[in-house]
C-alpha cells in the first residue's frame, strides 16, 4: 500500500511571496489533515478535511492560508503571502474514517518551509 | 483550550526501561495516543487507549493512563538504539477531532 504523498519536499522562498504544497492521501482515505510543525514542537493541526469539506479549520491563519481538496482525494495548501515565522514542516496525513476505533493517521514526509 | 505537556529530553542505556510522560487538560479527551518521528520522517503511530482503559500493553510498550490526574506514560521495555526518536503524545477530544500534540521528548539511547 502506497503511503501519503507529498510535494515538495522541500522550498525556499521569500517573505511576501506565495507556495503551494501538495498531498495525495492514501487510496480511499476519507480524512486528510494539514499540520504545521514549527522546529521543536509539536505538529499543530491547521485543517481537517472529510472528503471534499472542511471538518475543523479554526486555526487556519485565514488571512494568509488556504486549502482545498477538490474531489475528495488530493489536496493543496496554500500561503499568501508569506511570513518569516511560517518557516515550518507541513505535514499532511490521512485517515480512514471521521469516526474510527483505532483512529489512525497516516504522515506523510512533510514539507520543509523556509522563508528569507 | 486544550493543551499537552511533556518533557523535551531522556536519556537512557540500551537495554534499560525508558519511561516517557505526558499530561494533558482536557479532561473530555476520548483517546490518547503516542507517536514517534525518525529524523527526516513523517510521525508514526506507535501505540493509543482509550480514556476508559488505565492500561495498555503491546510488545514492549506499556501505556498508563492515570485520568484523575490527566498524566500519560510509555514505557518502552529493553529500549535499543533503534528506539532513538522524538515521541509525540497526542489527545482527541471528539473521536477524531481535534488533534493536539505535545512537544515531543528526544529519547537518546546510549550504547
Known amino acids: 500500500e502506497a503511503g501519503v504523498a507529498q510535494s515538495p519536499r522541500y522550498k525556499i522562498i521569500e517573505k511576501r511571496q506565495s507556495v503551494a504544497f501538495w498531498c495525495n492521501p492514501i487510496s480511499g482515505h476519507a480524512t486528510l489533515y494539514w499540520y504545521q510543525q514549527i522546529l521543536g514542537q509539536g505538529p499543530k493541526l491547521l485543517i481537517q478535511?472529510?472528503?471534499?469539506?472542511?471538518?475543523?479549520d479554526s486555526q487556519l491563519p485565514k488571512d494568509r492560508f488556504s486549502a482545498e481538496r477538490l474531489k475528495g482525494v488530493d489536496s493543496t495548501l496554500k500561503i499568501q503571502p508569506a511570513k518569516l515565522e511560517d518557516s515550518a514542516v507541513y505535514l499532511c496525513?490521512?485517515?480512514?474514517?471521521?469516526?474510527?476505533?483505532?483512529?489512525?493517521?497516516?504522515f506523510g514526509p512533510g514539507t520543509r518551509l523556509t522563508v528569507t | 483550550g486544550e493543551d499537552v505537556e511533556q518533557s523535551l529530553f531522556l536519556s537512557v542505556r540500551e537495554g534499560d526501561s525508558s519511561v516517557i510522560n505526558c499530561t494533558y487538560t482536557d479532561s473530555s479527551s476520548t483517546y490518547l495516543y503516542w507517536y514517534k518521528q525518525e529524523p527526516g520522517a513523517g510521525l508514526q503511530l506507535l501505540t493509543y487507549i482509550f480514556s476508559n482503559m488505565d492500561m495498555k500493553q503491546d510488545q514492549r510498550l506499556t501505556v498508563l493512563l492515570n485520568k484523575k490526574d490527566k498524566h500519560l506514560s510509555l514505557r518502552i521495555a529493553d529500549t535499543q538504539t533503534g528506539d532513538s526518536a522524538i515521541y509525540f503524545c497526542a489527545e482527541s477530544i471528539n473521536y477524531g477531532q481535534n488533534f493536539v500534540f505535545g512537544p515531543g521528548t528526544r529519547l537518546s539511547v546510549l550504547p
Open positions: 496525513a490521512s485517515s480512514l474514517a471521521l469516526q474510527g476505533v483505532p483512529y489512525e493517521q497516516y
Open positions: 478535511f472529510q472528503n471534499n469539506g472542511v471538518v475543523d
